[in-house]
């Protein structure tokens, strides 16, 4: 069974920095890309940054890009996101996410969490003013 687990979220004050890390079990961590999604309250589950199952090929929407890295050690089986220059906008509660894909090579589409087939529990950041 696929499980993923978040750590790293925490409070901080804007400007500030946090790394998050997503550890996976029970898989070949090689053959799944990855993402990481955010929820604020009210809001939906927004795909912020997605990495294919080599960790070569990347995607991160537009509010975080610059300001966040994305990255994966398949010998550790940790998927990380360095977050920078943190804003009170990116307060929310932030997950990981593993699907499998046909091609380590191929990014997936962060739009559609759907297709994400393993999911973490998430961990809280609150970025304050």
């Known amino acids: 069974q696929v499980q993923v687990v978040e750590s790293g979220g925490g409070l901080v004050q804007a400007g500030e920095s946090l790394r998050l890390t997503c550890t996976a079990s029970?898989?070949?961590?090689?053959?799944?890309?990855m993402g990481w999604f955010r929820q604020a309250p009210g809001k939906e589950r927004e795909g912020i940054s997605c990495?294919?199952?080599?960790?070569?090929?990347?995607y991160y929407t537009d509010s975080v890009k610059g300001r966040f890295t994305i990255s994966k050690d398949n010998a550790k089986n940790t998927l990380y996101l360095q977050m920078n220059s943190l804003k009170p906008d990116d307060t929310a509660m932030y997950y990981c996410?593993?699907?499998?894909?046909?091609?380590?090579?191929?990014?997936?589409?962060?739009?559609?969490?759907?297709?994400?087939?393993?999911w973490g529990q998430g961990t809280q950041v609150t970025v304050s003013s």
């Open positions: 990495i294919s199952g080599s960790g070569v090929s990347t």
């Open positions: 996410a593993a699907v499998r894909l046909f091609s380590r090579s191929f990014v997936p589409s962060c739009s559609r969490p759907q297709e994400f087939t393993a």
């Open positions: 029970g898989l070949t961590f090689d053959d799944y890309a």
